[in-house]
């Protein structure tokens, strides 16, 4: 079972290129989020997707776009990239709306120098 | 805001040992409170889930309770073993959706052969 894939693992940016994140569940699964850490910060969500159609801002939704391209994909484009935008992002997905039962990928290693 | 905190940020103990880690938050009206697991480059994995009802759930050699009152929950490890050497992350959601999931900062667990 493959769960949520992200693609790249790794990416480096200089500042003002652009660039898009993947994400893809197989589970079929109707939510799905980015998140993305930081060192000594918890994880902070960026945006969501509640279902197929739908998006929503998270805490930290500045410099970033979402599209949910179909209930399987969730892409995160950064249109130009800062250096604070260094960071690990994270896809999750969960069957609904509710938190509880969220299942990660493996996470994107962004630096943007 | 709700603010999630663990002490310590490491902690290091020989195998074999029982651990305790903590979880702290600001805001005692939660709807549940979740575990993580954390390896190396890779996303969470749930370990365990506490519903605000419940004080304590159980799985394996992990033991996680909850205090609401006191803004406290506790991962007690039973009989360490290298296997278990992750970070370990808490989670608090409150009622109303993905912008109401909070995350601790996690504590990094290095257990020693």
């Known amino acids: 079972n493959a769960g949520v894939t992200q693609t790249p693992k790794f990416q480096v940016l200089k500042t003002g290129q652009s660039m898009t994140l993947q994400c893809a569940q197989d589970m079929n699964h109707n939510s799905m989020y980015w998140y993305r850490q930081d060192p000594g910060m918890g994880l902070r969500l960026i945006y969501y997707s509640a279902s197929e159609g739908t998006t929503d801002k998270g805490e930290v939704p500045n410099g970033y776009n979402v599209s949910r391209l179909n209930k399987r994909e969730f892409s995160l484009r950064l249109e130009s990239a800062a250096p604070s935008q260094t960071s690990v992002y994270f896809c999750?997905?969960?069957?609904?709306?509710?938190?509880?039962?969220?299942?990660f990928g493996n996470g994107t290693r962004l630096t943007v120098t | 805001k709700q603010e999630v905190t663990q002490i310590p940020a490491a902690l290091s103990v020989p195998e074999g040992e029982n651990l305790v880690l903590n979880c702290s938050f600001t805001?005692?009206?939660?709807?549940?409170l979740q575990w993580f697991r954390q390896d190396p480059g890779k996303g969470l994995t749930s370990l365990l889930l506490?519903?605000?009802?419940?004080r304590e759930q159980t799985s394996g050699r992990l033991n996680a309770s909850l205090d609401k009152s006191s803004g406290r929950s506790t991962l007690y490890i039973a009989a360490s073993q290298p296997g278990d050497s992750a970070t370990y992350l808490c989670?608090?959601?409150?009622?109303?959706?993905?912008?109401?999931?909070?995350f601790g900062t996690g504590t990094r667990l290095t257990v020693i052969p």
């Open positions: 999750a997905s969960s069957p609904t709306g509710a938190v509880l039962s969220l299942h």
């Open positions: 989670a608090v959601e409150k009622w109303g959706g993905a912008n109401n999931l909070f």
């Open positions: 506490i519903q605000s009802s419940q």
């Open positions: 805001d005692s009206a939660i709807y549940n």
